[in-house]
């Protein structure tokens, strides 16, 4: 298991990246790589994500030095969405069949949790999200029919999308963490239109289902300081809690978004209008 820790960065900082400073503090490049477990560390708001890509083997999640704990879900919970392939997770002896838009909430002070493929030629690819937590809530396997869908969106604004609801208060209980999917209907590149904050929650994002050639240019600065990043297929990025939430492609693509801080209110934003962007 690598882990990749990233600082806490100062909207006054951030203004004065160039490019490449840009990319190295918020993107987040090489998730899914075979037989490994490749998670970052952010320190806005403690949140751990990352890819897992058991082939040959099965993988597990680990405490230790990084994490002060002996076990990774010590004291932290779990959300995990499946991105490709098939295969299954095992949470302390019971184990859940995972495909492509599967998703599963692990709560706090589970000891094992493992991840394994059912055919290594076309490994499985597990994306997880993990907060700091208080309170242990029970482990719930969530296929994405039982995800709570919201449709969103105008064809007018080429922004109509489902966002399905996987950790989330109407699908199971956790602490902090909330995580799902976004998929864009036909047609429509912008994720979200006019865009957002909120200042109580920090969010990262994971781009994926894109063509070799697909970009996403992700939107994140202050609202008068406006920052971007392009991203390929695979890659994620790190949405401190000051900075605007938005982003378009030049192709189809589908994200996973996941949130920590204050409050699990989804509809808690501050929305911005295009006019007041710099």
Request: net charge negative; with cysteine.
């Amino acid at each position: 298991m690598k882990l990749d820790i990233r600082q806490a960065n100062h909207p006054k900082d951030v203004k004065r990246y160039n490019t490449t400073e840009l990319r190295e503090h918020f993107l987040v490049q090489d998730l899914f790589e075979e037989d490994k477990i490749s998670l970052t560390y952010t320190h806005a708001d403690r949140m751990v994500f990352g890819g897992v890509m058991p082939a040959t083997k099965q993988l597990e999640l680990q405490g230790g030095k990084d994490f002060g704990t002996s076990d990774f879900l010590e004291r932290r919970e779990l959300g995990v969405i499946c991105t490709d392939g098939k295969g299954s997770i095992s949470v302390d002896g019971s184990s859940y069949v995972m495909q492509k838009g599967d998703g599963i909430y692990i709560g706090m002070g589970a000891k094992n949790v493992g991840f394994v493929s059912t055919d290594a030629k076309k490994p499985a690819k597990f994306y997880v999200v993990s907060t700091p937590a208080h309170h242990s809530y029970p482990t719930v396997h969530i296929p994405q029919a039982n995800a709570n869908p919201r449709k969103l969106g105008d064809p007018e604004q080429v922004n109509v999308r489902t966002i399905y609801q996987y950790v989330h208060p109407a699908v199971c209980e956790s602490c902090q963490l909330l995580m799902g999917m976004t998929m864009l209907d036909n047609g429509s590149v912008w994720n979200t239109m006019p865009c957002h904050t909120h200042e109580r929650r920090m969010e990262t994002y994971l781009y994926f289902d894109m063509g070799a050639d697909t970009r996403v240019f992700h939107f994140h600065g202050e609202t008068t300081e406006t920052r971007h990043l392009v991203v390929a297929n695979e890659e994620a990025v790190i949405s401190p809690s000051w900075s605007i939430h938005s982003g378009v492609g030049t192709g189809r693509y589908t994200f996973i978004w996941a949130m920590a801080g204050e409050n699990q209110n989804f509809d808690d934003m501050d929305f911005i209008k295009p006019s007041d962007l710099r």
